[in-house]
């Protein structure tokens, strides 16, 4: 018997029997392996979603000017203070954006069996390459001596820190690991937790904010859009770890258990007080506008968010968000006057070729 599939706007006619044991067949972890990339029916329809959303966001860093930036980058009119949060920026995400990616290429998409989480995955993994590579455009319009950054993850502990806190759940989950064990699947299940919600949900947030309050004061405007854009994309990254996270418990029950929900509650504190540390090291003197200990009330504001969105309870109830303004700048197609033209006209050929986001 036929069935009719909708996706957005698009019919497809399966089999009925078939379809229905391809979908049995679909599993976050252990599901049907195969080559091709047999999206149909599809399962996870939330990670086609973000896939499409994530594909109308598309932007390149030459679409940003840098020459304001370059220019307050050479004058006086720039503090050290300032100078030094844009070099702590650059320095960190440089590393950064490269252990996301190599951890999406390396261990979760291995390790996944479903297409269409290997789809959304794919593309998680360009936007690191994307991000990393608007890193790189700020380097070389400023100026800066590349080592001197490289210097910087390497040097500076704090940094050193918080690569070593993601980088040592990843490691050791290569492509081969055995996911028949609770043991291993709960390694993988806290990667996710520590990537998606610890990691691009709580310690990307530090800078995010610093950055975007520059920008918010009219410094380094070229940059601050960049890490907006940047912003928005791991707003859909953290919706991709954690919606991954929540279907593999899902599946895989036996992971769940109270020693393990409080094993990412203390991890979510370590990675709390690692980026307060960061913080710290960011803002060693008070900055116009920039207070060390608003920032770090963000943070606790931030992870809690995290926390609630995995069902684990908060580590510190109540705590109010000290930066709203920053809370409104994350949807940032509020933004009028901001690189409105590439964006739309992105939108629009998807939206043209395929139906619009609002379809599906
Ligand atoms: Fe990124
Ligand atoms: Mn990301």
Same mark, same amino acid.
């Given at each position: 018997m036929d069935k009719v599939f909708k996706i957005g706007n698009r019919e497809f006619v399966l089999d009925q029997d078939k379809a229905e044991a391809a979908y049995q067949a679909?599993?976050?972890?252990?599901g049907y392996k195969s080559m091709a990339f047999n999206l149909l029916p599809l399962k996870y329809q939330w990670a086609y979603d973000l896939y499409r959303t994530m594909k109308a966001n598309h932007w390149e860093p030459e679409d940003i000017q840098m020459q304001k930036d370059i220019e307050q980058w050479r004058s006086n009119d720039i503090t050290q203070n300032e100078r030094w949060i844009i070099m702590m920026g650059i320095g960190y995400f440089s590393a950064a954006e490269g252990i996301v990616g190599d951890n999406i290429q390396h261990v979760v998409r291995e390790l996944v069996t479903a297409p269409e989480l290997k789809l959304v995955l794919g593309r998680h993994a360009h936007e690191e390459n994307i991000h990393a590579d608007s890193l790189l455009y700020m380097i070389s319009s400023l100026g800066i001596n590349p080592h001197e950054c490289e210097a910087l993850f390497e040097q500076i502990p704090s940094i050193v820190k918080k690569n070593e806190f993601v980088t040592r759940t990843s490691h050791s989950l290569r492509r081969d690991l055995d996911l028949t064990t609770v043991e291993n699947q709960r390694l993988l299940a806290k990667n996710c937790f520590v990537f998606g @919600?610890?990691?691009?949900?709580? @310690?990307?947030?530090g800078l995010f904010g610093m950055i975007l309050s520059l920008a918010r004061q009219q410094k380094f405007v070229g940059i601050g859009q960049m890490f907006q854009y940047t912003l928005r994309d791991e707003s859909n990254h953290i919706e991709v770890f954690r919606n991954l996270f929540m279907d593999l418990i899902e599946e895989n029950p036996d992971i769940w258990t109270p020693e393990f929900r409080q094993e990412l509650v203390d991890t979510m504190r370590e990675a709390v007080a690692l980026e307060k540390e960061f913080i710290r090291d960011c803002l060693p003197v008070a900055t116009v506008g920039l207070s060390s200990e608003e920032f770090e009330q963000y943070i606790d504001f931030v992870a809690d968010k995290r926390l609630d969105g995995c069902g684990l309870p908060l580590l510190n109830p109540g705590v109010k968000n000290p930066l709203p303004w920053l809370a409104e700048q994350q949807d940032i197609k509020r933004e009028t006057n901001f690189f409105e033209g590439r964006v739309t006209e992105y939108q629009k050929a998807s939206s043209l070729l395929l139906g619009s986001d609002d379809d599906l």
């Open positions: 679909k599993r976050v972890i252990n @919600q610890c990691m691009e949900g709580t @310690q990307f947030y």
